[in-house]
């Protein structure tokens, strides 16, 4: 990546994680409610193929940890955060919350909270894209354990039948909530399973944006210039728990330290100060004016929003 | 006004709807170059060709997603569900992503499929093919249910629900697509909500919807013939949202209910309706209501049993003369 491109893409993956780890504390602090799912240590996966495909051209669909493929694709910081604080000003008018973050003007189609859903929803997209003729691209992001689905061998079968331009990026955290990969799939490398329906796959590691961007590149032209569905497996960590009711027991301090000497902002981070083009100066002073910007921007936004109104309870239950 | 049958009525809406609009595409299992199998595509295949015509595995979750994602983006699918038993397998889709997109955007998106699917009980299909389901759907916020009782609104309500920005489910029955009836010459939409008076009356009202509706109408005739009871049919083709008005309108002038349903009786359609007297005029009765419905048994295959299990015109009448003190 070019100096510039990475400096903004590390500003973006930091602002991706000081975002994250503050709804954690307005959690702890009962500001958030529901189910909350944290994205650091993943940060490499969604920027890095999104940087290979066009935000807010492409439509992108997810699961529930979808706070930061929203902001990627251009939702504002804000109204993510308002929407998790159930505000009228959230980007779901408050209707939706964490798992369901929806910005449809840039064509962030959506988190959705049943494992596995969206794969359909995002082939579906790419029938229409088909229709349509279109250059875009559907690209559905999920995790391990949703390919453990019906869901996942009916899209792929219909993925490859009807050659739609979908991109399935698999972020294999290795866990499906609690329960490790090898003790609920029987093939590990998620790469293989969709070999069974004559898709295009690939696997890298998820912790190096560089590395994510180049396999990204070769994955989003391939479905780009309509050779077929693609499926890119990316071997990640998220580094908090599943969701905020989680003591990770399943898991050994160990292993969690090892990934963490992988965090994908640090190795983006300490690669360009190895090579003399960045200095943690820098980076603590990017820290430090995000976490600003968080506080005094965004957090002050979501406690200043008014609620929605009781009145309009059953709004957009149908169309006018 | 011409006559035709009510798979010719769904098939020709459909030719319509796709000839108007080319973001209209049909899918479901063997409706393209088998033609459906219930007809109600037949031809649309040559016509349109296999990616507006779409033969799908047999993979029912997977395609009726596939068919809301599509709707995101402005195409227009009217997916068929072989059978309502098959549907079981879609709920996930039409619950979690078609019925509650819209809320769960804040209103940014919604998913305006149409959902056919072919109910009820046949001849001695058994447990896993005779199932009625409508009463799953109807409870559903953020969904449509309609069920046509005649060609005339096998055709105008799926008119209706191509052009509606709603998802909706409509309930067709297995036993129904050779029925004949008139259909206007000219474009119709039905409307989908509100209820029709099918037969006007004054001392009873027969609340009926799809089949049951005939059943009503059949029981209404005996009635009248054979012991000079007036019977009022209401056809509530609009099953969500249940037409509040229509119902008590109805019972306002009848003071009586009775309310048929091929469905068993838990938590279906007669419990509503019930509730939605009891809620909206109470006090016009002159007996309580009374519900005619299937025996709560997973449907068996014996011919005698089957019989013994689904209602009819006779169930109707029994209990229009029990509220009558007649039997």
């Keep these: 990546m070019k100096l510039k491109d990475r400096k903004r893409v590390l500003r973006e993956m930091v602002l991706a994680r000081r975002f994250e780890e503050r709804c954690y504390q307005a959690y702890i602090e009962r500001k958030i409610g529901g189910f909350l799912h944290l994205y650091p240590g993943q940060e490499a996966c969604c920027y890095g193929v999104m940087e290979a495909a066009r935000p807010g051209f492409d439509y992108v669909i997810t699961g529930y940890r979808d706070h930061v493929h929203a902001i990627k694709c251009g939702a504002d910081p804000k109204a993510v955060m308002a929407e998790l604080y159930g505000k009228e000003t959230g980007c779901s008018k408050g209707r939706g919350g964490s798992m369901h973050i929806f910005d449809v003007a840039h064509r962030f189609m959506g988190g959705y909270a049943l494992v596995g859903g969206p794969f359909p929803l995002a082939a579906g997209m790419a029938k229409a894209i088909q229709m349509k003729g279109g250059d875009e691209i559907a690209i559905c992001f999920l995790g391990d354990s949703a390919n453990n689905q019906g869901t996942f061998h009916e899209t792929m079968n219909m993925a490859a039948l009807w050659n739609l331009p979908v991109l399935f990026v698999c972020e294999n955290n290795l866990y499906g909530i609690g329960t490790a990969l090898h003790r609920s799939t029987a093939v590990v490398d998620q790469y293989k399973r969709v070999c069974a329906y004559g898709i295009e796959s690939d696997v890298c590691d998820g912790q190096d944006i560089e590395v994510v961007l180049e396999h990204a590149h070769k994955a989003v032209e391939y479905v780009r210039s309509r050779q077929g569905p693609y499926f890119l497996e990316l071997k990640t960590y998220r580094f908090r728990g599943h969701s905020m009711s989680d003591s990770r027991g399943y898991r050994t301090r160990e292993e969690e330290e090892q990934w963490k000497q992988r965090d994908p902002i640090n190795i983006l981070r300490d690669r360009m100060i190895a090579e003399d083009k960045y200095t943690m100066a820098e980076f603590e002073a990017l820290e430090k004016e995000i976490d600003h910007y968080i506080e005094h921007e965004v957090i002050k936004f979501a406690e200043e929003s008014p609620d929605p109104k009781v009145e309009e309870l059953t709004k957009y239950v149908l169309a006018d | ?327």
């Design chain 2, 1 to 327: 006004m011409a006559e035709i049958m009510y798979w010719e009525a769904i098939r020709r809406a459909h030719d319509e709807e796709m000839a108007r609009d080319p973001m209209v595409i049909c899918m479901g299992e063997d409706i393209g170059v088998a033609g459906g199998t219930y007809k109600a595509t037949k031809g649309l295949y040559e016509k349109y060709g296999p990616l507006r015509v779409i033969d799908t595995p047999i993979s029912e979750n997977g395609y009726t997603g596939l068919g809301i994602g599509a709707s995101f983006l402005g195409v227009k699918p009217i997916i068929e569900i072989m059978s309502v038993n098959f549907a079981w397998l879609a709920m996930d889709q039409i619950f979690n992503s078609a019925a509650k997109v819209r809320y769960m955007s804040g209103g940014q998106l919604s998913a305006p499929v149409v959902i056919r699917a072919a109910g009820g009980a046949a001849h001695q299909l058994g447990a896993q093919h005779s199932a009625r389901m409508e009463k799953v759907f109807m409870g559903v916020a953020g969904l449509r249910v309609v069920t046509p009782s005649n060609p005339k609104q096998a055709y105008g309500l799926l008119k209706s629900a191509v052009r509606s920005p709603d998802p909706v489910y409509i309930n067709e029955h297995e036993l129904m697509y050779n029925m004949k009836g008139e259909v206007p010459d000219e474009e119709y939409f039905h409307p989908l909500e509100g209820s029709e008076v099918t037969r006007p009356g004054t001392d009873v009202t027969l609340f009926g919807y799809n089949i049951s509706v005939h059943w009503c109408l059949k029981a209404a005739e005996i009635l009248a013939k054979q012991y000079n009871i007036s019977a009022e049919v209401v056809d509530l083709y609009a099953l969500a949202p249940l037409d509040r008005e229509g119902i008590r309108k109805s019972v306002a002038k009848t003071h009586k209910a009775v309310i048929a349903e091929e469905d068993e009786a838990p938590c279906g359609v007669g419990s509503e309706v019930m509730a939605i007297i009891n809620e909206e005029c109470f006090w016009e009765l002159d007996a309580p209501p009374v519900r005619v419905h299937s025996a709560l048994v997973p449907q068996p295959y014996a011919h005698n049993l089957e019989k013994a299990t689904i209602p009819d015109h006779e169930d109707v009448v029994k209990a229009v003369l029990k509220l009558f003190g007649k039997a």
